[in-house]
């Protein structure tokens, strides 16, 4: 079950960055068992900038038969989205430069929800991955900062209006698809409780890959590794 990692009596027992920094790279092993060969998952951790899990694509994935990877839920809603502008260009790229992002996971900081500038710059951040067809997956479980970066996500995306919901805990996940010649924006959302279960989510990457994102028994993993049992309030 979700602790509160950010005020007594946990947060005077343990640093809560080292437990995200640990549970970053667990949930890049958990991934790592799961993703197809020419993929693999590694954690970034920057603290004060960004901690996230990504996943790259070393080469062009070759095609599967139907069924022979996880297929995520039906998204909880889905919102028209505007994407960048068409931009035509000539790269040039070692294959010393490193492979190619196709999915990240961002663990959420406090310094991601503390000043309107930080906030904007994690927006900013966020809404390029979406626009760039990157499979995304937000977790926030900072209790001191009420922000809800998810909200301000979708209102820097989309071109309608939809109900924010302003809880300041909770899981998403994004997947860019084109329905009706339109681009729509799936969304799953999963609001979190500080002693409740946390969710399983999917990671989407392109070519119709998705993958669970195991919270909870990656979450579970990270207490025992850093020999954290359960604090009462």
């Known amino acids: 079950m979700l602790q509160d990692h950010f005020h007594p009596p946990l947060s005077e027992r343990r640093h809560w960055h ?32 960004e901690i996230d899990v990504a996943a790259f694509d070393e080469h062009e994935f070759q095609k599967q038969p139907p069924g022979s ?12 989205i505007t994407l960048g502008e068409p931009i035509v260009e000539i790269g040039i790229f070692s294959q010393s430069g490193g492979p190619t992002l196709a999915g990240a996971i961002e663990l959420v900081s406090p310094a991601n929800k503390d000043r309107p500038d930080n906030r904007a710059a994690f927006v900013s951040k966020c809404a390029a991955y979406i626009q760039q067809g990157i499979g995304l997956v937000i977790v926030d479980v900072v209790t001191e900062r009420r922000a809800n970066l998810h909200d301000e996500l979708l209102t820097s995306l989309s071109t309608a209006e939809f109900q924010a919901g302003g809880h300041p805990l909770y899981a998403a996940a994004y997947r860019p698809v084109e329905r009706d010649e339109q681009t729509q924006l799936a969304v799953w959302y999963e609001q979190l409780e500080i002693g409740r ?12 890959l998705c993958f669970p994102v195991h919270l909870q028994e990656t979450y579970d ?5 850093q020999r954290l049992t359960a604090v009462s309030s």
């Open 18 to 49: 080292s437990f995200h920094n640990s549970w970053a790279t667990y949930l890049s092993s958990q991934l790592n068992e799961l993703l197809p060969s020419g993929y693999f998952a590694e954690a970034n951790v920057q603290f004060g900038i």
């Open 197 to 208: 279960h946390l969710p399983t989510m999917p990671l989407c990457l392109r070519g119709n």
């Open 69 to 80: 990877f996880w297929q995520p839920p039906p998204p909880h809603s889905s919102h028209s």
């Open 221 to 225: 993993r990270t207490c025992r590794e």
